[in-house]
């Protein structure tokens, strides 16, 4: 099984970095030939994305719904505390299966990933 970590800073909207990393997400905890471990970890604006309510895909959205099955799927999905604190979103509720993370977690991940990705 491949350890592959998933940086994303890019904001949810506005560009199709955070669709393109989702969908890389999906695409790699979907293959059937070999397992992945996938942890994404969101910093800059990138953390905006871990909040609820978002529009579901048939109203234009649909990140929200991915990243709840990247996380039912297994992914460990988490947020930069320092980027979510930046932007006052710290304390706020998150998509089921998200969390405020740390750049601790983050470099360890990073050690022991196989493959870093970053959008």
Known sequence: ???ILLIVHAPPYGSERM?????????????????VDLSIFMMSDGVVAGLPNQPPAEA????????ENLAALGATIRLCRTCAVARGIAELPLIAGVAIGTLSEMAAAAIEADKVITF
Do not use: C, N, P
Not at 20 to 33: C, K, M, N, P, Y
Not at 60 to 67: P, R, S, W
């Open 19 to 35: 669709l393109s990393a989702l969908r890389l997400a999906t695409a790699l905890l979907g293959q059937e030939d070999e397992r």
């Open 1 to 3: 099984m491949q350890k």
């Open 60 to 67: 234009g959205g649909g990140l929200q719904q991915m990243i």
